[in-house]
């Protein structure tokens, strides 16, 4: 294998990661509501903002890691609670307008909170960085790695293993027959968007040493780990997490071999793919009619 193979393979397998933790946000949510969050990006802004002005302020990194990903959880959690709740006998439609202009208003909200500057977060172990098979990756990449593999471990742990993670498993299966044997939906959909928030919040966090943050650094970031959902199925948890790999690797390939210029074309033509080739994804269920 070529350095620079290894180079493109490992940038993919970062960008992946990042991309995965956000589909799997999408995912939950659709599950819970059938819903699509457009604000699932601005979870992603406001962990990486969050983070980034608490270090600022002096607040050691652990600390700031935890306040930023409480900070986001309580903003999905308000979402759900003061936005999406009170209109869930809407249609699907207008639940999905309604995300979008909670994007709006919270990227609205970061420039009055905080600003509109680049911000920096500085990196977990160090920035010496580290040869491994002819490619060099910083410390931080090991941490995007590590990070997304263990809160897919932990979600896998919670929804087999808890009884809020099993009710949401019924809901996602059956709405009615979840409600039916007690379990309580609006339940499921408020723990729904604080679990996604706080994936993105991560997702936000792990990428910010690497690339900064801004507020609007999730406006792109939500864009690609949509593309990856749809990409996997959308509502599919191994899905969220394939095709967020696959299209870490697509992409940083394609700016590698072809062109860094169209890096960001690259999760609009999958979109666009998907739906036409693949309209249930990789591992999306068939839909079935029965007359």
Do not use: C
């Not at 960008?15 to 799997?24: E, R, T, W």
């Not at 994007?103 to 580290?130: C, E, M, N, Y």
């Not at 959902?229 to 191994?238: C, D, E, K």
């Not at 690259?266 to 739906?275: K, P």
């Amino acid at each position: 294998m070529s350095s620079a193979l290894a180079q493109y393979l490992l940038a993919g397998l970062t960008l992946g990661a990042i991309y995965a933790l956000v589909a799997l946000g999408f995912a939950i949510i659709y599950n819970a509501s059938h819903v699509i969050n457009f604000a699932q990006g601005e979870f992603v802004m406001i962990g990486g903002m969050a983070a980034a002005v608490f270090v600022e302020s002096g607040l050691p990194l652990y600390l700031a890691v935890i306040f930023s990903i409480g900070t986001a959880t309580l903003v999905g959690f308000a979402l759900a609670r003061f936005a999406v709740e009170p209109a869930r006998g809407a249609s699907v439609v207008t639940l999905i307008i309604i995300t979008i202009g909670a994007a709006i208003l919270l990227r609205g909200l970061a420039t009055l909170v905080w600003d509109k500057k680049i911000h920096p977060l500085p990196a977990f172990s160090g920035d010496q960085p580290i040869v491994l098979g002819g490619a060099t990756l910083l410390p931080q990449v090991l941490w995007v790695l590590g990070a997304t593999a263990l809160a897919v471990a932990l979600l896998s742990w919670f929804f087999n293993r808890t009884l809020t993670g099993k009710a949401m498993l019924a809901v996602s299966h059956n709405r009615l027959a979840a409600q039916l044997v007690g379990v309580s939906v609006r339940r499921v959909l408020l723990v729904s968007f604080a679990l996604s928030a706080a994936l993105g919040a991560l997702a936000g966090i792990l990428i910010a040493p690497i690339a900064f943050t801004s507020w609007d650094a999730g406006v792109m970031l939500g864009l690609k780990g949509f593309a990856a959902a749809i990409l996997g199925g959308l509502g599919s948890g191994p899905g969220a997490i394939a095709g967020g790999l696959a299209l870490g690797l697509i992409e940083a390939l394609g700016a590698g071999y072809l062109s860094s210029a169209y890096k960001d074309v690259f999760a609009f033509l999958i979109i666009l793919a998907a739906l036409v080739f693949l309209p249930n994804g990789l591992f999306g269920r068939r839909a079935t009619e029965r007359v």
